[in-house]
């Protein structure tokens, strides 16, 4: 296959969505594994959660150094060394057989290895590929490819869990993930050039412009809530499932409902970013988000309400993305995306590392999620008001699609 195939956008774009299918897909699976690691390992529902939000943590606090990286030497090292980490991280988690190696694995590994792998970096090169009239749906196109591998191998896991146990259910799960070696291929690239004319900034006053941004502040503070759902739906909501009496299988099939309307609900945010101010429908999704949990917590626990819930909130679920990761290459060009919109990325998994763990927290202490359900819709309505006022005009005039 010649260079000039597989480097064309629409290759790209399918690499990616295929990479981010992997990397969220498999990391959203380890809530279907709560139950039985807990059981069989005799550690807490808090002891699990605090590895998962630990993955959370990490992942955000590195996610920036990884942007910078791959701004700085390319995406593609970055790329296949947080597959590797990865695969190792599962492998301790099936393996290693103590609450120790859970955290190590879970926790650490796996922390490392979805911020190696996660949307900044593989973002970052599906916007360098993509004309500026498109980006934002390019964007959406890719990130729906994290709710591709949510849908698939929710079930999957599920049944792999139910038919051969939890530990070969993550051994098969670590086969899989060695895919992003070679997808890291396809993706590779760094920043570019200034454009002729434009603004030549280094990547410290880049980031020094950034932060002294208020609509960038702004973002920080919506994505943490994004986080905070996120996260607390994918660890917990199986587990809430099963203590209102419903069977674990159902708990998977939610959270593959979810996968499957997040796909529409990628697409159709990138289509709508394209046409209409981003900070605005990024507004509406938190608002809808806070209404969707509300009425879900108020009203009866039966699987036709868990799978109307799901669906739902599947339309919101990583819709945020697209528009957040447009945002920023609006405001201050794509040269810098992957450092700009890890930052972005951190404060998002500041917010999944609360998520993971109050979730875990109020439960052992109280029995129920319903502070933590409380909780997510009040900070829904906080992010609602906190993306409306965002200034969204790029911050240099001149600047090219490459800028």
Known sequence: MTTATWRIPSVIILAAAIML????????????????MTIDLGVSRTSFSLAIAIQNLLWGLMTPLYGALADR??????LATGGLFYVAGILLMALGGSEASLHLGAGIMIGLAVGATGFPLVLAAVARAAPENRR??????????????????????????????????LLALAAMTLLILPLAIVLKGKADAPAAGGPKQSLKAAVAEAASHRGFLLLNGGFF???FHVSFVATHLPGYIVSCNLDPLVGATALSVIGFFNIIGGILAGVLGGRFRKKYILASIYLARAVVIGLFLLGPKTEAAVMIFSAC?????????????????DIFGTRYMATLFAIVMMSHQMGAFFGAWFGGIS?????????V????????????????PIPDRPVHAAQGVSA
């Open 21 to 36: 299918g992997l990397n969220m897909g498999v990391r959203q699976t380890f809530g279907l594994f709560l139950e039985p």
């Open 73 to 78: 030497f390319g995406v593609a090292r970055c």
């Open 136 to 169: 934002a749906l390019y964007l959406g196109l890719a990130s729906s490819g994290g709710s591709a591998g949510q849908f698939i191998l929710l079930p999957v896991s599920q049944v792999l869990i139910q038919s051969i146990g939890w530990v070969d259910a």
């Open 225 to 227: 809530v994004c986080g």
């Open 313 to 329: 909130f599947g339309l919101l679920w990583l819709s945020t993305v697209p528009l957040t990761s447009g945002l920023v290459g």
């Open 363 to 371: 439960f052992d202490l109280t029995g129920s999620y319903d502070a």
């Open 373 to 388: 359900w409380i909780l997510s819709v009040g900070l829904g309505l906080l992010a609602a008001v906190l993306h409306w």
